[in-house]
Each structure stands twice: as structure tokens, then as C-alpha cells.
């Protein structure tokens, strides 16, 4: 049956060409070639394509591989149950990924992002790990027209206006998170602060926005110097900002930093009522793993699932169910960033359950119908006119021991909280 709205075009095209005095025959083959041409519908696609890129070696190796690991692990569920509901095609449709390894590197990131789209023609495409990565991706998808889903980039400079381009699916921009973090401090009556942060599009405004937050509140940061994201080396460092006295010290970086800080402060013999690093909350055994439960008691993070467990969900596993079925399959416990590239995949399922067309702008609005009325294993999902995502948030919380384990708290806001902080922290 042809389209309502093509049937409507169909009749005015008629009452024209009567008007024109158009004979019985002519006017017959005009509609017969409109009526056909207008209800020929696309077929669909052998299966859906879905773009990544992963990071095999560098920096950001581990938290993007195992991004990865958690978008895969999704598409193995769904195909197993015959493929994901395509609405647009009312049928189950295989899912494939595409991805190719960029080695951290935003240059061999910015050629694959290009060839995911160019060339491979990919139907749905996703960035790779955090904000460094994620950041060439953004333009190029603005460029071509192209959704980006973004995984797991939380920087604020990608979201300057509305845009049907792009969309934070998992993670909290980063402005929030640094208020909420000043808030804190301030609340325990913190007035000493050192902030180090790396120069990148994630730390750096996290960074400032813990800095303008303390700063409205009459006690600006008595330290507050940026690093190279490769900074390995951290020994003079703390002792500079040792010599400014602070009561508080963050230090804002990606996995490698936060291990190398932690393990040199372990050290030093320095210590400070409170310390935070920011992918413990996130990736708590690998950093457990590489600088020991001694040098982390007591710090501060912010948690993640599954560290934080959600229950309510629209689509697939909650936490729990996650971590054990993800276990079960890979025999390894997830992190936080294998329950984002899980997420990611819900958020497609969302996607093209819920799009009447299948091309970028019906995908888009689809997201934004999608946009406060959904809840995944990540909590509430809720997208701003912006794409950034609003429904996500980390809160603050302690690692502290349990028996010969650690687990993480959640000490703040107060409403989520699952303990108290122990404050200040008592001296290794």
C-alpha cells in the first residue's frame, strides 16, 4: 500500500493534471510511475554495521580495549537471539562491527574515523575511549552528516551547541563533575587544595572547574599546575606541591598517571588528609593491581558501575546481571568501561527499535525520544538539546578496606550516599 502521504501528493498531482486537460492515458502512466517510484521502499541491509575504533597499545590501551570487549560483548547477545529489531524494516536484522585499531594516536584515529564513514559506509558509528580520542571524531562527523555516538568523551568544548551530530551516550561532561567534586571539599570544610591535572580535553576541564567553584568560594586551589598526559614521573612534582601545604590533593589523569602518582606517593612518606585520583572509581583492580590495597585505602574516586549497582532498567542486564553474565563469558570481572561499551550497544538497540526511518536524522530523534525515559545498567539515560549527556553522573566516593579487599563508598551527594567519609584519612 502506498505511503498516506504519498497517496495525498498523488491526488493533487491528478486534480493538476485534469486541470491541464491531460488525456486518460497520459494521466494514468504519470501516476503509475509516480505511485511506483513513491512506494518502492528501501530493502534492507543483509545486516546492521556498526563503526569503532580501539586502542592496542599507548596510553589509553586497557580502558579502550575494554570498550570494546563491552560493545562486542553486546552484539554476541543480541545475535545470538536472531539480531536486533530494526523498526524501520519491522524485522531482526545481524549485527556486524567494524573496528580498527588507532594506537592511541589521534592522527591514525582521525584516517579511521574517515574510513568508517567513507569508505565502509558504516550504519551506526561510535567513538573510541575518552575525550582525546573522541575529540577528531566529532568534526568529521559533523562534516558528513553522521551520528556520533559517544562512548565515553566527556568534554565540554564538544558540546557548544545543539547538534543532531552528536550524542554522549554514557558518561557525565565533565564541568558538573567538577563542581560536585568542589562542593565536597568545601562542605568538609577543606580550604588547602592542590589540583595537578593533565593538559587534555578531559582532565584540563575538570580541572577549571573545580578551580572557578573553590574560587567563588573564596578559597582558590594553593596549587594548580597541568602535566603532559604522558607524565610518568612524578617524584618532584609532589614535593612541590607538598611545600604548599594543602589539605587536599587531586590529581586529575588517565590510568597511567593515576598509577604512577599513586605509586610514587606511596613513596614519598607524604601524606594528606585527602587524595583523589580519578580511575580507580573506574577500573579499581587494575589499579588495586599495579600500586597495591595499601597505597589506595582511604583515597578518593569517583565510582562507577559496577562498583555502583543499578537495578531498574528499560534495556538488557542491570549491573549485577551484567558483571556475571560478562564474567562468565570473558573470566575477567568488568570494569566500568566494559559496562560502557555494553551500554553503547543498548543505546543502538534503542536506536533502530525506536527509528521510523532508517538514516542519521530519524536515528537522532529516536535518541532524543529515547532521552528520559530510559535506564540502563549506567543509571538514568538523558541527553540535552546539546547531546551531552545529563542523566549520568558520578558521585564522590572513598576506597576503603574489607578484610583483605577493598570496596568503594559512596560518600556524596548525601541522598546516594552509601557510607560516610572517613576524614581526614588516617596515615598509611
Known sequence: MPHPQARRLVRRIAARLRGAGACLPTLAAALGLFTGAACQAAPAPARITIGTLYASTGPFAV?????YAGLRFWADSVNRDGGVYVKAFQKKLPVRIVAYDDLSSTSTATTLYNRLITQDKVDLLTSDFGSVLTSVAVPLAAEHKMLLLDQSGSSE???????PYLADVSIPTTAPEGVLLARFLLEHKVRRVAVMYDANDFDAPLARSVQQTLAKAGVPPVYFHAVPTT????NVLLHSMAATRPQAVLELGYPPNDIAFLRTLAQSGLHFDLTLTTFPGQMLGLIEHNVGAKALAYT???????LVQYTQVSYGMDTAGFAKAFEQA????????????YNTGLIVQGILGTAQQFDQAAFHQALMQLSGKTRTLLGAFALGADGAQTGQYFPIGQIVPDGKDLKALVVYPRELATGQAVYPAPAR
Open 300 to 306: 578518593y574516586t569517583y565510582p562507577t558501575p559496577p
Open 231 to 234: 607524565e610518568s614521573n612524578y
Open 157 to 163: 568544548k564538544f558540546f557548544s551547541g545543539a547538534t
Open 63 to 67: 580502558p579502550s580495549q575494554a570498550q
Open 330 to 341: 570473558s573470566h575477567k570481572q568488568p570494569t566500568y568501561l566494559d559496562c560502557v561499551g
